[in-house]
């Protein structure tokens, strides 16, 4: 008896009736409207009174309502009164944002006939027989009524009559609660398929999801090219001062003011990715940072010898190309700060042709392999993410002569699109 008591009076029921009786308000403007064109097709008919009238209304309001409802912006709408009181699963999710396409705009106007048909309906019920049904309960009670109603039907003046009163009053009530728990069903069970995403918007979702990973890739590149950089380079720098604390304090002060520099720089630059994670859009502008012009900091304060070798102009890089070759440089700094061997010299090479850009760093190799840190290995992967963003290709590896070679190649513009 619960069971049945819940689904037909509980919270999700009362609920779902509510949402009916809103659909029913929202079919009163076209309701209305219908009515207006049934009087001018029959001008002796009464549309309020005259049942026919009134159904040949209702129909005309159909149409109309699922016209109106091809307007993109009916749908987060629907979704929203959905989602607050219809009782939804949760794994059955609903389509976020205006309806874009032309079957997502057929949905929703089906899902919004839908919804004012039956709330129509269901509201025509609740306003007539609940007041019928309460009167009719009352009958054997309220002495008033019962004179009212034997005017009115003489037919009613038995005993049995005014027994089965309250209970028949009663099933009534129940009748109608059973009508509109099915009406609210019904309008549950449809609204992941009318009111869920369509296969484009599916599509527009999953395009957002890799913008938005693609963007968050190269927060976490700029943050480990630059703050993993700066830390390697702080470490050796101040190991060194450490050991010759007492013997040489010129070094140490050298060394001292080269990580207060390295820091400053780094705390600026984390400012500026981190500042990205507060605003809109994809930051592609912001997250440009230093190009090939500032290289000469770069290698001052890197931490190691470098032989820096230059053909061509550097300065003439554009500018995205630039940006990214400075943190293939830095990249590859870092990479021989952590794993070279200590003190030896790196060679740079940085040729500037009439269509590309070619980088090649040069490091001596341990004699014993660098172990691999927990979560490391991940600059690589950066450095080859961002030779393939440009339309580039990089090369790393062990050479035979000794060496750890990194060498990039990247496009100075994009490639141009052939004509259709």
Same mark, same amino acid.
């Given at each position: 008896?619960? &069971?049945?008591?819940?689904?037909?009076?509980?919270?999700?029921?009362?609920?779902?009736?509510? @949402?009916? /009786?809103?659909?029913?308000?929202?079919?009163?403007?076209?309701?209305?409207?219908?009515?207006?064109?049934?009087?001018?097709? #029959?001008?002796?008919?009464?549309?309020?009174? $005259?049942?026919?009238?009134?159904?040949? =209304?209702?129909?005309? !309001?159909?149409?109309?309502?699922?016209?109106?409802?091809?307007?993109?912006?009916?749908?987060?709408? $629907?979704?929203?009164? #959905?989602?607050?009181?219809?009782?939804?699963?949760?794994?059955?999710?609903?389509?976020?944002?205006? =309806?874009?396409?032309?079957?997502?705009? =057929?949905?929703?106007?089906?899902?919004?006939?839908? @919804?004012?048909?039956?709330?129509?309906?269901?509201?025509?019920?609740?306003? !007539?027989?609940?007041?019928?049904?309460?009167?009719?309960?009352?009958?054997?009670?309220?002495?008033?009524?019962?004179?009212?109603?034997?005017? !009115?039907?003489p037919a009613l003046d038995h005993t049995w009559v005014l027994a089965v009163a309250p209970p028949a009053g009663a099933a009534m009530?129940?009748?109608?609660?059973?009508?509109?728990?099915?009406?609210?069903?019904?309008? #549950?069970?449809?609204? *992941?398929?009318?009111?869920?995403?369509?296969?484009?918007?599916?599509?527009?979702?999953?395009?957002?999801? =890799? #913008?938005?990973?693609?963007?968050?890739?190269?927060?976490?590149?700029?943050? @480990?090219?630059?703050?993993? @950089?700066?830390? $390697?380079?702080?470490?050796?720098?101040?190991?060194?001062?450490?050991?010759?604390?007492? $013997?040489?304090?010129?070094?140490?002060?050298?060394?001292?003011?080269?990580?207060?520099?390295?820091?400053?720089?780094?705390?600026?630059?984390?400012?500026?990715?981190?500042?990205?994670?507060?605003?809109?859009?994809?930051?592609?502008?912001?997250?440009?940072? *230093?190009?090939? %012009?500032?290289?000469?900091?770069?290698?001052?304060?890197?931490?190691?010898?470098?032989?820096?070798?230059? %053909?061509?102009?550097?300065?003439?890089?554009?500018?995205?190309?630039? !940006?990214?070759?400075?943190? /293939?440089?830095?990249?590859?700094?870092?990479?021989?700060?952590?794993?070279?061997?200590?003190?030896?010299?790196?060679?740079?090479?940085?040729?500037?042709?009439?269509? +590309?850009?070619?980088?090649?760093? %040069?490091?001596?190799? &341990?004699?014993?392999?660098?172990?691999?840190? &927990?979560?490391?290995?991940?600059?690589?992967?950066?450095?080859?993410?961002?030779?393939?963003?440009?339309?580039?290709?990089? +090369?790393?590896? &062990?050479?035979?002569?000794?060496?750890?070679?990194?060498?990039?190649?990247?496009?100075?513009?994009?490639?141009?699109?052939?004509?259709?």
């Amino acid at each position: 008896m619960k &069971p049945l008591i819940a689904r037909l009076a509980g919270r999700r029921a009362r609920l779902r009736w509510l @949402h009916l /009786i809103i659909g029913g308000a929202l079919l009163m403007p076209y309701f209305l409207v219908g009515t207006v064109a049934v009087g001018l097709y #029959a001008p002796g008919v009464n549309p309020f009174t $005259s049942l026919p009238a009134q159904l040949a =209304a209702f129909g005309c !309001a159909l149409p109309m309502a699922a016209v109106t409802a091809l307007l993109p912006t009916a749908r987060p709408l $629907s979704v929203a009164a #959905a989602r607050a009181l219809c009782g939804l699963a949760s794994d059955r999710p609903l389509a976020d944002g205006p =309806a874009a396409s032309g079957q997502a705009r =057929a949905r929703s106007a089906a899902w919004f006939t839908l @919804h004012v048909g039956l709330g129509g309906i269901i509201s025509g019920m609740t306003l !007539a027989l609940v007041p019928f049904a309460v009167c009719v309960a009352a009958l054997p009670f309220v002495p008033a009524l019962r004179e009212s109603a034997l005017d !009115a039907r003489p037919a009613l003046d038995h005993t049995w009559v005014l027994a089965v009163a309250p209970p028949a009053g009663a099933a009534m009530l129940v009748a109608l609660a059973g009508c509109a728990a099915a009406a609210g069903a019904l309008l #549950a069970n449809r609204a *992941p398929v009318l009111l869920g995403p369509t296969p484009d918007d599916r599509l527009a979702a999953a395009e957002r999801r =890799a #913008a938005e990973l693609a963007v968050r890739n190269r927060l976490a590149r700029e943050l @480990h090219d630059s703050v993993g @950089h700066a830390l $390697s380079a702080v470490t050796l720098q101040a190991g060194a001062a450490r050991r010759v604390l007492d $013997s040489d304090p010129g070094f140490v002060r050298e060394a001292l003011a080269a990580i207060e520099e390295t820091t400053r720089r780094t705390v600026g630059e984390l400012d500026a990715v981190l500042g990205l994670l507060r605003q809109d859009g994809d930051g592609s502008d912001a997250l440009a940072g *230093p190009g090939l %012009d500032a290289l000469g900091g770069l290698l001052a304060r890197c931490g190691v010898p470098v032989r820096y070798e230059a %053909d061509g102009d550097p300065g003439a890089v554009p500018g995205p190309v630039s !940006a990214e070759a400075y943190r /293939i440089v830095q990249e590859g700094l870092s990479n021989a700060l952590r794993h070279g061997v200590p003190g030896s010299p790196v060679r740079l090479r940085v040729g500037v042709g009439p269509r +590309e850009l070619t980088l090649v760093l %040069d490091s001596a190799l &341990p004699p014993r392999p660098p172990v691999a840190r &927990p979560g490391g290995g991940r600059g690589l992967t950066g450095v080859k993410e961002r030779a393939l963003l440009l339309g580039g290709a990089t +090369e790393a590896g &062990p050479r035979d002569d000794g060496v750890w070679r990194l060498a990039a190649r990247l496009p100075l513009h994009a490639p141009a699109k052939e004509p259709r």
